[in-house]
C-alpha cells in the first residue's frame, strides 16, 4: 500500500548511543517532514526537506540531524541521545505546490523512543 | 509568534450528542487551517482544511469546521458522535499550506455509550 513507512515502531537506548530512524515514502511527494509528539505539548517540527538534497530545521532541530538523498528517504539521526529525546516520532510527507495542487500530508505510524 | 490554542484537554460526550472542539490561533497573515485526529497507536489523518473561500468547511467522517477571523478561531463540530470518534483531534495552523504545520497541544475525546 502506498503511504509513509516508519521504521523501527518501537526502539529503547541509552544515553549517549546513537541511531537513526528510517521513514520511507512511495508517492513521490517532494515534502517531508519529522515531527516529535509529547504529552500535552501536540507535535512539534524537527526538521523538514523541500526536496532531495534540501533540508532545514524546524522549531526543535537540537540533536537530531537529518539529510535527503534520494525522494523516497528522510532518515533523523539521533547522534547522542539523551533522555529528553524520549518521544514518539512521526515521519510525514506531501506533495509541494511546484507538483501541482498541494496534497494533505500523510503520516506514519510513528516511532516509539525511550531513552534510559 | 505563531500559535495554537486548544483549551480542552479532555471532553467526554454521549454517544448521539453533539461535539464542538476549540481552537483559536494566533497568526499575522491569513492562515492555512488544519484539523487532524489521531487514534490510539496511529499516525494522523486530516479531517478538514480551510484555505480560503467559504468559512463553513465540510470535512470526512461527518466533522465541520467554521474559520472565525474576528475570533481567531476553527473550531470542529459534529451534529452527532458516534463511538467510533474517540480519538485525539488536533488543529493546525500551516503558513504555506500543508508544510511546516504549527499544531495544538490537542483534545482527547471520550465517548460514553
Known amino acids: 500500500n502506498a503511504g509513509v513507512t516508519q521504521t523501527p515502531k518501537f526502539q529503547v537506548l541509552k544515553t549517549g548511543q546513537s541511531m537513526t530512524l528510517q521513514c520511507a515514502q512511495d508517492m513521490n511527494h517532494e515534502y517531508m517532514s519529522w515531527y516529535r509528539q509529547d504529552p500535552g505539548m501536540g507535535l512539534r517540527l524537527i526538521h523538514y526537506s523541500v526536496g532531495a538534497g534540501i533540508t532545514d530545521q524546524g522549531e526543535v532541530p537540537n540533536g537530531y540531524n537529518v539529510s535527503r538523498s534520494t525522494t523516497e528517504d528522510f532518515p533523523l539521526r539521533l547522534l547522542s541521545a539523551a533522555p529528553s529525546q524520549t518521544s514518539v516520532y512521526f515521519c510525514?510527507?506531501?506533495?509541494?505546490?511546484?507538483?501541482?495542487?498541494?496534497?494533505?500530508?500523510?503520516f506514519g505510524d510513528g516511532t516509539r523512543l525511550s531513552i534510559l | 509568534a505563531q500559535s495554537v490554542t486548544q483549551p480542552d484537554i479532555h471532553i467526554t460526550v454521549s454517544e448521539g450528542a453533539s461535539l464542538e472542539l476549540r481552537c483559536n490561533y494566533s497568526y499575522g497573515a491569513t492562515p492555512y487551517l488544519f484539523w487532524y485526529v489521531q487514534s490510539p497507536g496511529q499516525g494522523l489523518q486530516l479531517l478538514l482544511k480551510?484555505?480560503?473561500?467559504?468559512?463553513l468547511v465540510q470535512g470526512i467522517k461527518g466533522f465541520e469546521a467554521e474559520f472565525k477571523r474576528s475570533q481567531s478561531s476553527f473550531n470542529l463540530r459534529k451534529p452527532s458522535v458516534h463511538w467510533s470518534d474517540a480519538a485525539e483531534y488536533f488543529c493546525?495552523?500551516?503558513?504555506?499550506?500543508?508544510?511546516?504545520?504549527?499544531f495544538g497541544a490537542g483534545t482527547r475525546l471520550a465517548v460514553h455509550p
Open positions: 493546525a495552523v500551516g503558513p504555506g499550506g500543508y508544510n511546516k504545520l504549527i
Open positions: 510525514a510527507s506531501s506533495s509541494s505546490p511546484g507538483q501541482g495542487a498541494s496534497q494533505p500530508q500523510h
Open positions: 480551510y484555505f480560503s473561500g467559504d468559512t
